[in-house]
């Protein structure tokens, strides 16, 4: 994945936060840099609208111009908001991606969250699902919030239940962040940033501080970046963890996912077309389909059925781009 040329002296880093052309680039040896990249930087295979991530580790070279990308372990792409041919990346190198949903103000669809996990499981980045607002529910949201829960720890997802607002499992969420790099991502208005200052106390005011020292404050909710969990963002606590905060997205059209690969990103209708009769089943319609005699025996829930069927018509351009 390596890229562009640069002579003279080359500094390897962490890219902490993108703000559409301009990236900051924490060093190794401790600085935090501007740095950008030259129009005709593109990436082999990757039809991107932002050929570098937050999370890339790259060479800064003369005029800090970014001049490489080190190979990625993993990323997670969503289709581009404007160019529904093109992918954007939100993170790199994530260990894991907590999703934050709501059944109440907002109320996350599932179809919003099955294109999230499948995406993720397509790019081998894990997922905790995180249920908000828990403070707000009365018991007919309680009890549908817990049949969601139960749905996807079934399936085989860590689910979580917490008020950002009143602190309630929010202790038990940080002590997964230690140690990893974590994307949080979400609708907008499922209360990321309470998360965050609960996760991470006074992060808001480390952000602004960041970001005021590259005159970017007004980026701070647009844009991706990296939050440490640590006081300070240097090379020597980087190992103890960062919190990757995303801007809110409304939709999430997958991307560079074919058919016939689709159903290994569900995992418990992957579980059952192992005995279908035709190895090239689509679980739309085959006779013999295992995938559809579990959907009417009910071991596969209708929302995560639906939720496949609308993936499969992904390949009708522009059909999400409204969705945004």
Not at 63 to 90: A, F, M, P, V
Not at 181 to 207: D, E, F, H, M
Request: net charge negative; aromatic share 8%; with cysteine.
């Amino acid at each position: 994945m390596k890229e562009g040329a640069g002579g003279g002296r080359k500094m390897k880093g962490l890219v902490i936060k993108n703000t559409g052309s301009w990236y900051t680039v924490l060093t190794d040896d401790g600085q935090l840099i501007e740095s950008k990249i030259k129009g005709n930087f593109r990436l082999k295979g990757i039809r991107s609208t932002n050929p570098v991530a937050v999370g890339d580790r790259v060479s800064v070279g003369e005029g800090n111009w970014i001049t490489e990308i080190e190979d990625r372990k993993n990323y997670i792409i969503r289709k581009s908001i404007n160019l529904s041919k093109q992918s954007h990346i939100l993170a790199a190198n994530v260990d894991q991606a907590l999703l934050v949903v709501t059944v109440v103000n907002p109320q996350t669809s599932t179809t919003f969250i099955d294109r999230f996990l499948a995406s993720a499981e397509a790019y081998r980045v894990p997922v905790i699902l995180v249920f908000n607002k828990t403070d707000l529910l009365d018991d007919d949201l309680r009890h549908y919030q817990d049949a969601m829960v139960n749905l996807y720890q079934t399936i085989g997802y860590a689910c979580h239940q917490v008020s950002a607002e009143t602190g309630e499992g929010v202790d038990a969420l940080r002590q997964l962040l230690e140690g990893k790099i974590t994307l949080l991502s979400g609708n907008s208005g499922v209360g990321k940033s309470t998360l965050i200052n609960r996760l991470i106390p006074g992060a808001s005011q480390r952000t602004a501080e960041i970001s005021d020292a590259h005159n970017t404050g007004q980026h701070t909710t647009t844009f991706s970046e990296m939050i440490p969990l640590t006081s300070n963002p240097s090379p020597l606590t980087s190992n103890l963890g960062w919190l990757i905060d995303t801007p809110g997205i409304k939709g999430f059209g997958t991307f560079d996912i074919e058919p016939e690969e689709l159903t290994s990103y569900f995992k418990e209708i992957f579980q059952f077309s192992k005995d279908c009769r035709f190895s090239n089943c689509t679980h739309t319609h085959e006779p013999g389909c295992a995938v559809l005699k579990a959907l009417e025996d009910h071991y596969i829930a209708e929302s995560r059925y639906q939720s496949y069927l609308s993936m499969l018509e992904d390949k009708d351009e522009g059909k999400y781009r409204a969705a945004y």
